[in-house]
């Protein structure tokens, strides 16, 4: 069956290597939380906010391996009064059943959505 999980961080500054290092934790906190190998993974769409320029998310994934994984990034729509330095994932992947799914948001992305940010379920 195939399954999907979403997460979120806040990326402390429009740095290459604050951008880099945050994707791969989003996404290593994502994969640990929901028990997913790499080798499970379908594909992994990154979405940024406006204001981070400085990197691809996905190239700090690369640099951890994913070589055969396929990654995706784009940009958010601009929000008024929406939160900035976001990093958003959604991580598609195989299961061999249906389960539910932990959602995890990081360094004040919490607030997006905190019906979800304190280990609940999608």
Known sequence: M???VRGAIQVAENSRQAVE???VRLVSEVLRANAITEQQIVSIIFSLTEDLTAANPATGLRREGFSGTPLFCTQEP??????????RVLVTFESPGRR??????LEGAEALRADLA?????
Do not use: D, H, L
């Open 2 to 4: 195939t399954r999907a």
């Open 21 to 23: 290092k945050s994707a």
């Open 78 to 87: 601009r929000i008024e009064g929406g939160m900035p330095r976001v990093i």
């Open 100 to 105: 539910e799914t932990i959602a995890v948001y």
């Open 118 to 122: 304190r280990g609940n379920r999608q």
